[in-house]
């Protein structure tokens, strides 16, 4: 090993430990530094900017802002890039939520370095010298988000950000052995398989297609809604985007924005050097392979959350005579503080279709153009049949998990945060009464982010059972007596749509709420179904164990659901509410 020899300490960003043996304290820069249990056991608190839910708040609104700013930017420099003349509109649905997202992982990368600029501490710190064509997104979709999330990125992003401050010593190191993160696979069941395969046979008569349907909701609404309006179905195949060499000289330009800080000084250069390369050097070829998706003169294009391909997005952009009617993508839309996808699905639909609740229910932040693009519609994703079993005796807790870093803006558990998340369940299996400890099962959520919560529940818990966390989550719900889920998000939406006996708990102060939604939680709170804490929420169910159907059955308790359920999970919609809009 080389040895370096100060006073100083070592500055470690992420958990890629040091190459060389440099014989000083190590300062590791936040919890994603860490392996999650040593952090989670760490009982100092985590000093984390954004757990200051005012300065998150002032944050969110500046990245906002921000975004805009860039995109106006990002226009006039792609057009010219591409040697095409296409407005803000056809641009945002391309790159719209990754750009406001990527300034989200970038500030917070940029805040945590100007934390420790401001300690007066010398540090000095390795940059390992990566490949582009292993920092550089393929596209704006999966790949992108995965790097966001990965060690070498954030090593990468952090030794960006301390070069161009100047502020803290550095040396370069070229011998790391990179492990890329692979995107994820999407499955389709047997069923779906067959009659696309059917359906697809029709394509090449050249029938009069009105509606596609660019992602999948829910298989036999689709059918019902397609042949309400006269039209054979019609599924899209997705493709893969291209994939092209990294080209410095494509991409030596600045942003060219009017900076007022260090920050926008930074982002300027950064951001032309790091877009993916599905919109710059793979553009033209993802627009080839747009051509391959239906001709027809298409009316409308109905869409869940633009998670998909980027050669599907300008297939969209393309389309500029066809009305984009974006489907509300899982659940707390309505109902967060601050959540800027929202916002941005807004932005580029033209009819945007929630869950059940009204325009009365939008954000603030929200114009009122967009706001008359509300239109109540239902969750044609979630389960709606009654799943509710009795005599069942199992207390299933149904985990979520984020990544060990952040990767947006946003009021709900973010990064290091979670550990706040996961003591509160743990608070709640502690309180457990004995007898009712033995009927807890866990169902860990799909990916484990390297943090092992298995290992991690089963040090405290050495008898907790576990289920299988790819088992059909209908049949948990069957049987069940009670779910415990302890975020706000999609799956208690769907455990109460399916009548399944529900409670649910987290901090206020990482899930806030927007004022219209506060009395609909305020009357699941009067009827015991939401609870502020794990502790709560325990001493509920070691009351009430016995009588949990008498309880979910009540009066009280149904119109309190009702209530709730009509505004955010309707439980029927009228497909001729959407047919009205093509």
Sequence with gaps: YKIYMSDNFFLQTTQIEPRNNYKKKIYKLGSWCYKFDDYFYNKKDENYHWKDRIAL???????????????????????????????????????????????????????????????????????????????????????????????????????????????????????????KPKNRVYKSTRKKKIIYFIFKLFEKFNFNYKVVFFEDVNLLEQLIFFFKIGQLPLFINKYQDSNKDYDFNFRNWSLGINTTNEF????????????????????????????????????????????????????????????????????????????????????????????GWNKEHSNTDISEEDKNKIVTFHPMSINKKNLFKKNKNQILIILDNIPNICVENRSTYMGGLYKYYLEEIFNFIKNLDKPY????????????????????????????????????????????KICIIANNATTYLESFSSNIPTVIFWNKNYSELRESAKKYFKELEKNSIYHSSGFLASEFINKNYDNIEEWWNSNSVTKAKFFFTDTYCKKNGNLNNLKKLI
């Design 437 to 480: 400890l033995s009927k807890v099962k866990i169902r860990l959520y799909y990916k484990d982010y390297e943090k092992n919560l298995k290992k991690l529940f089963l040090q405290e818990f050495p008898n907790l059972q576990f289920e299988n966390n790819e088992k059909n989550i209908k049949k948990s719900y069957k049987e069940s």
């Design 57 to 179: 708040k002032e944050d969110y609104n500046y990245l906002k802002d921000l975004s805009e700013k860039v995109l106006n930017q990002l226009v006039k420099r792609l057009n010219n890039n591409h040697l095409i003349d296409k407005d803000k509109k056809y641009w945002r649905i391309i790159l719209g939520l990754w750009l406001e997202q990527f300034l989200h992982v970038i500030y917070d990368r940029w805040l945590s370095i100007q934390n420790i600029d401001n300690k007066k501490i010398d540090f000095e710190t390795e940059i390992i010298s990566f490949k582009k064509e292993d920092i550089v997104a393929l596209n704006t979709y999966d790949n992108g988000r995965l790097l966001w999330e990965s060690n070498h990125w954030n090593h990468y992003l952090f030794g960006e950000i301390i070069k161009f401050n100047k502020k803290i010593n550095f040396h370069e190191v070229n011998d790391y052995v990179l492990k």
């Design 264 to 355: 926008e000084k930074f982002i300027d250069l950064f951001i032309p050097k790091n877009l993916p390369k599905s919109i710059l050097e793979s553009y033209k070829d993802n627009l080839k392979i747009s051509k391959q998706y239906p001709k027809n003169n298409i009316k409308a294009f109905i869409v869940t959350g633009f998670d998909f391909c980027d050669n599907g997005k300008i297939y969209l952009a393309e389309k500029n005579e066809s009305k984009k009617i974006i489907y509300q993508h899982g659940g707390a839309y309505g109902q967060l503080d601050l959540n800027w996808r929202e916002r941005q699905e807004l932005m580029v639909s033209d009819h945007f279709l929630t869950w």
